[in-house]
């Protein structure tokens, strides 16, 4: 019995080890097969230079090769396409020259090597806008990730404003905390208050430098669920009606809901010591049809109804200092 069972240990001992055998054979070390199925697997993200601007900064590097931006967003569009077919999923990321050479200026790094402009981008597609590629044209894809910048440029910017208000001066606490907690309990006020319909709400905010916009998309059924906001856009939503309420500086929300048969409704409010108050029915018309550059009337969209805004129900928020 103790023969028999060691000839079957060693007989499947050998089994095994043929199976490793050929496996090992089947996927040597540098086998073409192994890194092909390795690339399925690596995203890959191409740095776009949107406009014609861009692209002439970057021809004073010698090593940038393209010497027409049209040909130069056709061979993107054609890479893209390719990672595609090869069933690579691929991001764009926006490539600015300025922010570049100043990246390259810190890390000090050769900003005229193709392996620098690489190692940018995998930091900007890290940290910065990009955009999933999805099989978009390139002049669809290109609007898409501008927007995607813009709105990650105006949350930094209003969360550094946040961040260097520091504590408050009575309580101690957290004078940004406290306004984007409040910006957060607004927003979600107003989402809940709204009812069911398609939902798109701009924030307006102005600062010493800047005027400040947020905007947020969200539906919400009819059977009363809640809400579907993405988290990026409310975050970076209740950011700028924070810089609002922090700094009790005046602003707007406008609300637009859209329903299966029946006319959009437009609905607005002021921003008012850390409040929403709602605007008259003529206040909302007044501020939707009229150019926000010249002051001059704009005609009034056909299938909407300018409404006054309702009732939030916010309590007066605790004053900082």
């Not at 001066?169 to 208050?193: K, M, N, V, Y």
């Not at 975050?235 to 707007?252: D, K, Q, T």
């Not at 009337?297 to 309590?315: I, K, M, Q, T, W």
Request: glycine share 8%.
């Amino acid at each position: 019995m103790t023969h028999t069972r060691n000839h079957r240990n060693t007989r499947n001992a050998g089994t095994v080890k043929n199976g490793r055998s050929r496996a090992r054979a089947r996927h040597r070390p540098g086998d073409p097969s192994m890194r092909r199925a390795l690339r399925r697997e690596a995203p890959s993200t191409v740095g776009l230079l949107v406009d014609a601007e861009d692209f002439a900064a970057m021809r004073h590097y010698r090593s940038f090769t393209f010497d027409d931006h049209s040909v130069y967003l056709r061979q993107v569009e054609g890479l893209l396409r390719t990672f595609t077919a090869q069933g690579r999923h691929a991001t764009v990321a926006l490539f600015d020259p300025q922010d570049y050479a100043e990246y390259c200026a810190e890390a000090g790094i050769d900003a005229d090597l193709h392996t620098s402009r690489s190692r940018f981008t995998a930091e900007v597609a890290a940290t910065g806008a990009i955009v999933a590629y999805t099989g978009q044209p390139i002049d669809t894809l290109i609007p898409l990730l501008v927007s995607r910048a813009v709105r990650r440029a105006t949350w930094e910017y209003a969360t550094m404003l946040l961040a260097d208000l520091g504590d408050c001066s009575d309580c101690g606490q957290e004078i940004g905390r406290a306004a984007f907690d409040r910006a957060s309990h607004l927003l979600a006020r107003l989402l809940e208050t709204a009812g069911p319909g398609t939902h798109h709400v701009v924030c307006s905010v102005p600062t010493e430098d800047e005027q400040l916009l947020a905007i947020v998309h969200t539906a919400r059924d009819p059977d009363g669920g809640p809400a579907q906001l993405e988290a990026s856009e409310g975050a970076e939503f209740a950011s700028v009606l924070a810089v609002g309420v922090a700094l009790e500086s005046r602003g707007g929300v406008v609300l637009r809901t859209t329903a299966p048969d029946t006319a959009d409704r437009v609905h607005g409010w002021r921003l008012v010591r850390g409040n929403l108050v709602p605007l008259t029915a003529g206040e909302v018309f007044d501020a939707y049809c009229t150019d926000a550059d010249t002051g001059e009337p704009v005609s009034p969209e056909s299938d909407v109804e300018y409404c006054a805004g309702f009732d939030l129900g916010a309590d007066e928020p605790e004053a900082h200092h």
